[in-house]
């Protein structure tokens, strides 16, 4: 297939930061009960899409990283992460939040795009375009904290595929 030239690996990794959100932000769409809550989300999901379109176009042409749009998707991941672990402290549906999938998910969102969000605010600062050691910096301190994520979704997947069972209830006398 050949190498990427620079602009065709930036459009390529602003596409995927889009459909990542779009997706994770249509799970949470789905997972909130109040339908007031599920318009809210769709109607961010389009904001962040209006938003991360004006960002390839107008304020970061050619830059090869984006790093408005992956802030905006940290913030608005992180909420989404947020608003959902409340509802489900409320609602309290399950007694073992770890074997809860979308719980074990959002916590892998949260920890990934909050440790990622300031990378990606300064990366831009810190990093110049000849500097491939703080590039490898950069990516190395976002890998790790991708492993992290990987490893808490993987844990999601397998107990989403496991059979739904509540522990006896035990009395303490």
Not at 78 to 102: D, I, K, T
């Amino acid at each position: 297939m050949g190498q990427l030239t620079p602009a065709a690996e930036s459009i390529l990794w602003h596409l995927y930061t889009i459909v990542q959100t779009l997706i994770f932000g249509g799970i949470y769409a789905l997972a909130f009960q109040q339908k007031r809550q599920r318009q809210l989300v769709l109607l961010v999901l389009v904001g962040f899409l209006a938003f991360a379109l004006f960002d390839w176009r107008w304020l970061e042409q050619g830059a090869s990283m984006h790093a408005y749009t992956h802030s905006v998707q940290s913030v608005l991941l992180v909420g989404l992460s947020g608003l959902y672990l409340r509802e489900l402290a409320q609602q309290m549906p399950v007694l073992h939040l770890e074997n809860h999938s979308l719980f074990l998910a959002s916590s892998g969102i949260v920890m990934y795009f909050s440790g990622t969000v300031l990378l990606y605010v300064f990366a831009g600062h810190f990093v110049s375009a000849t500097d491939a050691i703080g590039e490898h910096t950069v990516s190395l301190l976002m890998s790790t904290v991708n492993v992290v994520r990987l490893g808490l979704f993987t844990l999601a997947f397998y107990h989403a595929s496991q059979p739904a069972v509540l522990p006896a209830v035990r009395s303490h006398e």
